[in-house]
């Protein structure tokens, strides 16, 4: 096994933040994790997973051991009457995974496409996009769990999915106390996930309730579009709205459409007849998180080298140089300004915004 001292983290997060890792270890392998697991002894040490990097804000060096998560592999592992299982290693870069289902012809995961990270940090967050969530299509993963090298497999009800929240985000339970992975109890910390596997519906309908795809539709003239073409207005939609990672360094949206009651959203719209929302099937709705952050002036301001990108207020970006540790944006400074834009928002709509990615 190869641990790399004071590790560079700057090319590993796509904020492009000037951070080190005292140790470092690439995982390449469910059985890899039991090995680090046992050899490190996880259960007494604390340590850090780090996927493809981009939900994350770093606010210094990481002390704690790094897991950098790099599983490959994808493949057809079940076909039933309703749907292709399909699965992923967890370090899959998760754009290529979806393209790689469409070229097998397996629709479904079009409208999640260009979202960046890998496949291993998709359920933790519970990725989103265009009328489609993760748990729309989740089956199942394996896990190992990091404090006993033990590993085991979660179902949708295991992991206890919710608007970019699952079990993998809240508290574990105190080493020694059973079964971490029962559903109900918190993994965050404990558990590291291997690979990912999915159900891609046979009986595939498009998804096109969001304004901008039916935009495309109505320009293409396109009565029925095919999973092809909705990935192809997907990722056009993707790539005029937010900056690529590689060259203006950017964690995505960071911050969490709010959600409020319909008495909550009228009061608003009687100040605020423009606010983009939209009703949700539990009751509420949603908010707009750009919206909101636009609304309030921020569209294209800059505090230190952090930023506000100029079409997407909801993407705060690195305007130093994303390459380079002395030049490139510090956490402090995306955390000082997306604190300035949280209390923004709040003062004038009454509303705090939570911000997506992890900071460390």
Same mark, same amino acid.
């Given at each position: 096994?190869?641990?790399?001292?004071?590790?560079?983290?700057?090319?590993?997060?796509? =904020?492009?933040?000037?951070?080190?890792?005292?140790?470092?270890?690439?995982?390449?392998?469910?059985?890899?994790?039991?090995?680090?697991?046992?050899?490190?002894?996880?259960?007494?040490?604390? =340590?850090?997973?780090?996927?493809?990097?981009?939900?994350?804000?770093?606010?210094?060096?990481?002390?704690?051991?790094?897991?950098?998560?790099?599983?490959?592999?994808?493949?057809?592992?079940?076909?039933?009457?309703?749907?292709?299982?399909?699965?992923?290693?967890?370090?899959?870069?998760?754009?290529?995974?979806?393209?790689?289902?469409?070229?097998?012809?397996?629709?479904?995961?079009?409208?999640?496409?260009?979202?960046?990270?890998?496949?291993?940090?998709?359920?933790?967050?519970?990725?989103?996009?265009?009328?489609?969530?993760?748990?729309?299509?989740?089956?199942?993963?394996?896990?190992?769990?990091?404090?006993?090298?033990?590993?085991?497999?979660?179902?949708?009800?295991?992991?206890?999915?919710?608007?970019?929240?699952?079990?993998?985000?809240?508290?574990?339970?105190?080493?020694?106390?059973?079964?971490?992975?029962?559903?109900?109890?918190?993994?965050?910390?404990?558990?590291?996930?291997?690979?990912?596997?999915?159900?891609?519906?046979?009986?595939?309908?498009?998804?096109?309730?969001?304004?901008?795809?039916?935009?495309?539709?109505?320009?293409?003239?396109?009565?029925? %579009?095919?999973?092809?073409?909705?990935?192809?207005?997907?990722?056009?939609?993707?790539?005029?709205?937010? %900056?690529?990672?590689?060259?203006?360094?950017?964690?995505?949206?960071? =911050?969490?459409?709010?959600?409020?009651?319909?008495?909550?959203?009228?009061?608003?719209?009687?100040?605020? %007849?423009?606010?983009?929302?939209?009703?949700?099937?539990?009751?509420?709705?949603?908010?707009?998180?750009?919206?909101?952050?636009?609304?309030?002036?921020?569209?294209?301001?800059?505090?230190?080298?952090?930023?506000?990108?100029?079409?997407?207020?909801?993407?705060?970006?690195?305007?130093?140089?994303?390459?380079?540790?002395?030049?490139?944006?510090?956490?402090?400074?995306?955390?000082?300004?997306?604190?300035?834009?949280?209390?923004?928002?709040?003062?004038? =709509?009454?509303?705090?915004?939570?911000?997506?990615?992890?900071?460390?």
């Amino acid at each position: 096994m190869l641990v790399e001292k004071n590790a560079s983290l700057q090319s590993a997060n796509s =904020f492009g933040i000037a951070a080190r890792a005292r140790e470092l270890v690439r995982l390449h392998s469910e059985a890899a994790v039991q090995e680090a697991a046992a050899h490190f002894d996880l259960a007494r040490q604390p =340590f850090f997973v780090l996927g493809g990097g981009s939900n994350i804000v770093l606010t210094g060096d990481v002390e704690p051991l790094v897991l950098k998560v790099e599983i490959p592999g994808m493949a057809l592992v079940e076909e039933t009457a309703r749907h292709w299982i399909v699965q992923a290693g967890a370090g899959v870069d998760w754009h290529a995974f979806v393209a790689w289902t469409l070229q097998q012809g397996w629709p479904g995961l079009e409208n999640l496409a260009l979202i960046p990270g890998t496949v291993g940090a998709a359920p933790v967050q519970n990725i989103g996009a265009y009328g489609v969530e993760l748990q729309d299509r989740f089956h199942s993963l394996s896990a190992v769990d990091c404090l006993t090298g033990q590993a085991f497999a979660l179902d949708a009800a295991q992991c206890a999915f919710g608007y970019r929240d699952s079990v993998f985000k809240h508290a574990a339970p105190v080493a020694g106390q059973g079964a971490g992975w029962q559903r109900g109890m918190g993994l965050a910390g404990r558990a590291l996930i291997t690979s990912v596997r999915l159900a891609l519906p046979k009986a595939w309908r498009p998804e096109l309730e969001y304004l901008d795809l039916q935009r495309k539709r109505e320009e293409a003239g396109i009565a029925q %579009p095919d999973a092809r073409r909705i990935f192809d207005w997907v990722c056009q939609i993707r790539q005029a709205k937010l %900056p690529d990672p590689a060259v203006l360094g950017n964690a995505g949206s960071f =911050f969490k459409n709010p959600a409020v009651t319909p008495e909550q959203c009228r009061d608003i719209i009687a100040r605020e %007849p423009k606010i983009v929302h939209y009703p949700m099937p539990d009751g509420s709705i949603k908010l707009a998180a750009g919206w909101l952050i636009d609304a309030c002036g921020w569209r294209g301001k800059t505090v230190g080298r952090a930023g506000v990108y100029e079409k997407q207020a909801l993407v705060l970006v690195n305007r130093g140089d994303r390459h380079s540790p002395d030049t490139s944006v510090t956490g402090g400074e995306v955390m000082t300004l997306a604190k300035a834009i949280q209390t923004s928002v709040y003062e004038r =709509f009454g509303i705090l915004l939570q911000p997506e990615p992890v900071v460390v």
